[in-house]
């Protein structure tokens, strides 16, 4: 009758301590699945981040076209505005009219 109540106090010593170094393992799997998932989060966060700079990058290109395309526009205005066109030149002297830029060499 001693063997067997030493025999199961052994496997209750056996059983009390498989069950703390398994609540220490679930503990160290728990703390290494957060830790895991905060890494994750972060990388997350960095794609997310990354991702919101190409757009910045992709609307200031668009911005920087369509300010170079105003650019370009009031440059072609202001240019048409201060010379006549060649039709109009061509027009001014098929119809005996004096141009400033072809007076020099319509004789």
């Known amino acids: 009758m001693v063997s067997a109540i030493s025999g199961s ?3 209750a010593r056996y059983s009390s ?7 220490a393992q679930e ?12 890494q994750a989060k972060a990388i997350t966060d960095e794609v997310k ?9 992709v609307a200031q290109a ?4 369509l300010r170079a395309a105003d650019a370009d ?4 205005a202001a240019q048409s505005q201060s ?3 060649a039709a109009a030149v061509r027009q001014a002297e098929f119809d ?5 830029q072809s007076n020099e060499f319509w004789m």
């Open 27 to 38: 503990a160290a799997l728990e703390k290494q699945i957060q830790e895991l998932e905060d």
């Open 62 to 65: 668009k911005l920087d076209a």
């Open 49 to 57: 981040a990354a991702q919101v700079r190409q757009d910045i990058a």
């Open 73 to 76: 526009k009031a440059a072609k």
């Open 17 to 23: 301590s498989s069950s703390s170094s398994n609540a």
């Open 9 to 11: 106090s052994s496997a």
């Open 83 to 85: 010379t006549p066109s």
């Open 96 to 100: 005996g009219e004096k141009t400033t």
